[in-house]
């Protein structure tokens, strides 16, 4: 069965504060590992794609990257207006979309 | 473009009561899926159609949920009759194709009392 777990539940920063958001994922069939941006009361906004492990995309202070095991989201002197919650998906055999339970993102001014 | 549209945004009835949503997909999108998001939990797919053909309803729990995608195109998920661990936020999602990027709409955040 696949699985996607993700860590931490919960995240405080300040502005400014670099860090990482972890992603560790078991799916058949990997055809994709996918990162979102979910804010209170809307759908999820489509960030990344990443289809090999070493493969790195970049969008303004995000950058993603992918292991054969995990995926990291890491944001680099983050603002308030980057507070979400964010959350991965791998695309598997199943051709479907398996999500992880998401990492709430506080950046305090 | 326009995105996602979901209606209505809101809905609140009583257990044992029909409720139907509605999806409108990215014009062009010939894959559209149904997700189900509890509080605190990622989306978990339902059904995904590829144009009007349902290829994955196997997380759908038949014998109260039904859906359907009519010329493949717009998209209704219905529930008959509600129950009470059926209040969640119901999120549909379009991609162009089957494995790529999905688009997700507002979603309808079901109250069931």
């Known amino acids: 069965e696949d699985q996607v777990t993700q860590s931490p539940e919960a995240l405080r920063l300040q502005e400014g504060e670099s860090s990482s958001l972890n992603c560790s994922y078991t799916?058949?069939?990997?055809?994709?590992l996918f990162w979102y941006r979910q804010d209170p009361g809307k759908g999820p906004e489509f960030l990344f794609t990443?289809?090999?492990a070493g493969e790195e995309k970049e969008k303004e202070r995000l950058k993603a990257t992918l292991t054969k095991k995990e995926s990291f989201l890491h944001i680099t002197a983050p603002k308030p207006e980057d507070s979400a919650t964010y959350l991965c998906?791998?695309?598997?055999?199943?051709?479907?979309?398996?999500f992880g339970s998401g990492t709430r993102l506080q950046v305090q001014p | 473009e326009a995105g996602v549209v979901q209606s209505p945004r809101y809905k609140i009835i009583e257990k044992k009561q029909p409720v139907a949503f509605w999806c409108n997909p990215i014009?062009?999108?010939?894959?559209l899926y149904w997700y189900l998001q509890n509080l605190g939990q990622g989306p978990e797919l339902l059904i995904r159609?590829?144009?009007?053909?349902?290829?994955?309803d196997s997380q759908l729990p038949k014998d109260r949920f039904s859906a359907e995608r009519l010329k493949g195109v717009d998209s209704t998920l219905k529930i008959q009759p509600a129950e009470l661990g059926d209040s969640a936020v119901y999120l549909c999602?379009?991609?162009?194709?089957?494995?790529?990027?999905?688009?997700f709409g507002p979603g309808t955040r079901l109250t069931v009392t």
């Open positions: 999602a379009s991609s162009l194709e089957t494995g790529y990027e999905q688009y």
């Open positions: 799916v058949s069939g990997l055809r994709g």
């Open positions: 990443l289809y090999s």
């Open positions: 998906a791998g695309n598997g055999g199943r051709r479907a979309l398996t």
């Open positions: 014009s062009g999108h010939n894959t």
């Open positions: 159609y590829e144009n009007e053909e349902a290829v994955d």
